[in-house]
C-alpha cells in the first residue's frame, strides 16, 4: 500500500515544489515537507486520488501552515 501511496503522491508534490521554487519559497518547502506529506497521505487515505485535487489541497495546507510560522 505505501508504494501506491507515493505513486499517487509524487506529482503532486513535484508541482507544489515546483510553485514553491517559483515562488521563491523553496526553504519552507523543504521545512514543511514532512508536514506536507502527511496531510497528503491522510487526504489519499479518506478516498482522494486526484492528482490535480491533491496538488491544491497541498497547496492550501502550505499556505496555512506559513501563515502560522
Given at each position: 500500500m505505501a508504494t501506491t501511496t507515493i505513486t499517487v503522491l509524487e ?34 487515505a479518506a478516498g482522494e486520488t486526484s492528482e490535480t485535487r491533491l ?15
Open positions: 506529482k503532486p508534490i513535484a508541482r507544489i515544489k515546483e510553485t514553491c521554487e517559483m515562488m521563491g519559497i523553496a526553504e519552507k518547502f523543504d521545512q514543511a515537507l514532512p508536514d506536507l506529506e502527511t496531510y497528503l497521505e491522510g487526504e489519499v496538488t491544491y489541497n497541498g497547496l492550501v495546507f502550505l499556505k496555512q501552515n506559513f501563515a502560522k510560522r
